[in-house]
């Protein structure tokens, strides 16, 4: 590898916009849209607990992005820049990093976003990565999780379940012959650019899995939740595994799909705002002690050894 | 140590201002300054290499955010919030991560920030930090590294080379009876709140060393540099270990002091923002090849083996 600033001039100043002065200076200059309202998010991704070592550097990159992006769909915001950190151990090759770079360079052009700044280090270990995503909102208008309401329906968008079974497949615990699950693990599409503002009450994104993101949603709108697993929208190539998976499905994490409280008179507003995007009403919000209800396809209530993934 | 949600309520809720939600959402709100420029900047802290194991967490923690803040000081910027990432090994105990906020809300108090969000992970192995500060600036009014002039004097506040010696101290290879050389290594003084728009042309913080970040200078503002060695100020602690520790002074890093190009004419400016803060001036920019020149006591060039500190 050549050295550290000549790295970050060949494979990192072509993907900053102007904001990041050709990543010659100590920091980003940011002209905020007029009027607008920030929205910040930052998030990690550190080799044997985000990734597992050998996986595409380009897919790691757009995946980096998406998981911080997802976090902006959630809010409802516009992303339009970000800040970059590298820890890379001094047995990276360059391949890695131009693979990287070219990952970061189509995610850009796909969100139409532009790296802003960051910052490179080594790593004693394993790679360790973090993207500060910027992105903004008309103020007032950002979904929250606290705005949820007793007689909200839950909704969400896409399909839940993919990618824990494809983070098995990965790992070869568990077949997948069209890469479908896989490919949900390895790169989510984070909804962004739904227009949900007056039509939700509140919005996560699923990160830690269904179960868990409603017990958080639920918590920080003081609700209970009822969440009926025969109505969880499920692929053909996550159904054929059946029940067995279904505790997997439920509270794996990674989908990055949007979980949303929306009262029964938006649900036409919903469908038009979502327009392709299949998007299915899995439960309702009630009053009472905030928590989550799982209702099995008889009617029997379930229970689950863990409600979702968490950091130790 | 509690679960990784309970954590985060305990140590790093209180820190929150209100554009981070209570840290309950997927991202923070914040409404920018009007009629101001936005300044971004993001570094990290890994230990084994931008700490030792064993030091203090408190003191961990404000570095990391003084070392951000240095680079909104170097731009001219004042600092208003942060956003933080912690990858922490299972095997760290609370006590630990209850030092490190006690130190974060330590400096949150010295420099008016406020946290605003962030990211919680484990680690495979070491602790990895990170924050991304946010500032402000009078539009067009923020420092840069490509405004020297030939002409121009080279300025530079405080002492330079402490941070170096004293991280060797803090490896048990040099003595610092007073302990102020490893107060310089554990805890730099960003300078903050100098106004020197209008008066430097041209600013960088020195976090890779003197030399080198005299290079950057010179390299971004195309320009040649002198720096007279006998010129750059040096603590008493740092003096009397002589010239045998002058490489080490000159191109360690870790000072966070700022090197300034000024013209001539706006020295008496220079002193009077920088009041009781040491100002010194260290040699002058000349048009010509870009790269800096060292001259030693007797006028001699002189040549280090490296010019400062960089990742592998």
């Given at each position: 590898m050549g050295d550290e600033f000549s790295r970050i001039a060949r494979y990192l100043a072509p993907l900053a916009?102007?904001?990041?002065?050709?990543?010659?200076?100590d920091a980003a200059l940011f002209t905020p849209p007029a009027g607008r309202q920030l929205v910040l998010t930052t998030d990690q991704m550190l080799e044997g607990v985000h990734f597992i070592p050998g996986d595409l550097p380009a897919l790691i990159a757009r995946k980096l992005l998406r998981r911080n992006l997802s976090d902006l769909a959630a809010m409802g915001a516009t992303a339009c820049g970000y800040l970059l950190t590298t820890a890379l151990p001094?047995?990276?090759?360059?391949s890695w990093l131009a693979g990287f770079a070219a990952g970061l360079a189509q995610d850009q052009a796909e969100f139409g976003i532009q790296l802003f700044g960051g910052d490179s280090s080594s790593s004693p270990t394993h790679i360790s990565l973090s993207a500060t995503l910027i992105g903004h909102v008309t103020p007032g208008a950002a979904l929250r999780?606290?705005?949820?309401?007793?007689g909200d329906d839950i909704w969400v968008t896409g399909t839940i379940g993919d990618a824990a079974l494809g983070l098995q497949a990965r790992r070869g615990t568990l077949q997948d012959k069209s890469g479908f699950l896989t490919s949900r693990s390895l790169l989510p599409n984070p909804r962004?650019?739904?227009?949900l503002s007056g039509i939700a009450h509140a919005a996560i994104d699923i990160s830690d899995g269904l179960v868990q993101d409603l017990g958080h949603l639920c918590k920080t709108s003081n609700l209970a939740a009822t969440l009926y697993v025969a109505l969880v929208p499920t692929s053909h190539e996550a159904a054929i595994f059946g029940d067995a998976m279904l505790e997997t499905r439920l509270t794996g994490g990674d989908d990055y799909e949007l979980l949303l409280a929306v009262p029964p008179e938006a649900a036409t507003a919903l469908r038009l705002a979502c327009g392709n995007l299949a998007i299915t009403k899995i439960g309702t919000f009630s009053s009472g002690q905030a928590g989550v209800t799982i209702l099995g396809p008889h009617g029997q209530a379930m229970n689950f050894s863990t409600a979702g993934w968490q950091h130790f």
């Open positions: 916009g102007p904001e990041g002065l050709g990543l010659t200076d001094p047995t990276t090759d360059e999780r606290n705005g949820a309401k007793a962004m650019g739904l227009n």
